[in-house]
Each structure stands twice: as C-alpha cells, then as structure tokens.
T-cell receptor, first 116, second 115 residues
C-alpha cells in the first residue's frame, strides 16, 4: 500500500511569513495526526482529526497555526505568521482508528521547516 | 501529565554487541507502551508494543517488557547489526478522556552500529 505522502520535503522562510504543508494519508485511514518534532526532541501532537472533525487540538498554537481536513481525506497545516521557534520537522500520520494501541500510526517522511 | 524519559544518546556499538536502551514513563492511568524506530531518511515506524503489565513486545530481534512496578519499558537486542542504526523513540498512549489517544514520545536515542 502507498504510504503517507507529505509535501514539500523542505521549506525555508523568513519570520513573519506564512507557510502551508500538505498531507495525503493512507487510503481508508479515518484518523489523521499532525506532529511537530523540534531538533533533539520527540514528536509532539499538534492536532488529531477523525474523518473531517477535530478530536484534539489542545496543543495547537491557535493564534498562528491552523489545520483543516476537508472531505476527511487530505489535510493542510498552515502557519501564519511564522516565528523562529517554529523551525522543526512537521510529521503527518494516519491510522485506521483513533486508538494507537489497536491501530498503529503510519508516519510520513515529514516536512523540514527552517525559519530565518 | 504523561511523560517519557529515555536514556541520552548517541549510543555507539560494535556489530553483534548487546543493546539496551532505557525508557521510563509517568502516566496517570494504565497506558500502552511502544517503541518506534526512524531509519535514516525514512519516517517513524512502529517497532513493537505492549498493552498491559508484564506483556513482552518483540519484533526483528528486539524485545521490551512492560514493567508496571518500575514504570519501565527498556528496549533490548542480543546482537545488533549495522542495519539497526537508527533513532529509537519510546512512547505511550492512554485515553485523554476526550476520545483522543495521543502518543507521548521520549526524546529519542540515536544508535550507531559499526562493523
């Protein structure tokens, strides 16, 4: 099966600019996640979708980050305006169901964002 | 809140050496525990998991046992290969109470195996 697709692979922007990342999950996976991985740290959940509804966005900085999953398939994550501390790898993952115990997460290769 | 602590890396071993990567956790309930691996240039992938106390997860020669009394889930392999060089992440998940089973990850441990 095709894996989780993410684009772009790399992105360099200046602070205060905006940026968008795209994710196409594995076909049939109802749950989609966006994680932020800062260098030297483990991934941190930003937002979780179940189909096209938000399940958990408690750690999403809503003043500058937004995400949507129209039609319950593809998803985009946007940052506007970007700050230096947003430099990180943004990982998208998907799973059949919402419980990681019974439904393993499949991760994409990520988008590496550098904010200068 | 929940947290995961892994041993600091990087770890460098010779081929066929014994591997242990320590992982301890803090959780309010009864979490499920995982090890994820990230090979160079690839995405994170599940290596093994354990869902209750005393369970042993195993895959590709790696093992980890869920120890509730010590809140630990140490990763072990008897004989590492060069192809095991990767970053290893310990993680846990439990119901947040809002239907979200988010994974909480440790910082990762980079393993390099030399011939």
């Amino acid at each position: 099966e095709a894996g989780v697709a993410q684009s772009p692979r790399y992105k360099i922007i200046e602070k205060r600019q905006s940026v968008a990342f795209w994710c196409n999950p594995i076909s049939g996976h109802a749950t989609l996640y966006w994680y932020q991985q800062i260098l030297g740290q483990g991934p941190k959940l930003l937002i979780q979708f179940q189909n096209n509804g938000v399940v958990d966005d408690s750690q999403l900085p809503k003043d500058r980050f937004s995400a949507e999953r129209l039609k319950g398939v593809d998803s985009t994550l946007k940052i506007q305006p970007a700050k230096l501390e947003d430099s990180a790898v943004y990982l998208c993952a998907s799973s059949l169901q919402g419980t990681a115990t019974n439904s393993p997460l499949h991760f994409g290769n990520g988008t590496r964002l550098t904010v200068t | 809140g929940d947290s995961v602590t892994q041993m600091e890396g990087p770890v460098t071993l010779s081929e066929e050496a014994f591997l242990t990567i320590n992982c301890t956790y803090t959780a309010t309930g009864y979490p499920s525990l995982f090890w994820y691996v990230q090979y160079p240039g690839e995405g994170l992938q599940l290596l093994l998991k354990a869902t209750k106390a005393d369970d042993k997860g195993s895959n590709k020669g790696f093992e980890a046992t869920y120890r509730k009394e010590t809140t630990s889930f140490h990763l072990e392999k008897g004989s590492v290969q060069v192809s095991d060089s990767a970053v290893y992440f310990c993680a846990l998940t439990e119901d947040s109470g809002a239907g979200s089973y988010q994974l909480t990850f440790g910082k990762g441990t980079k393993l390099s195996v030399i011939p």
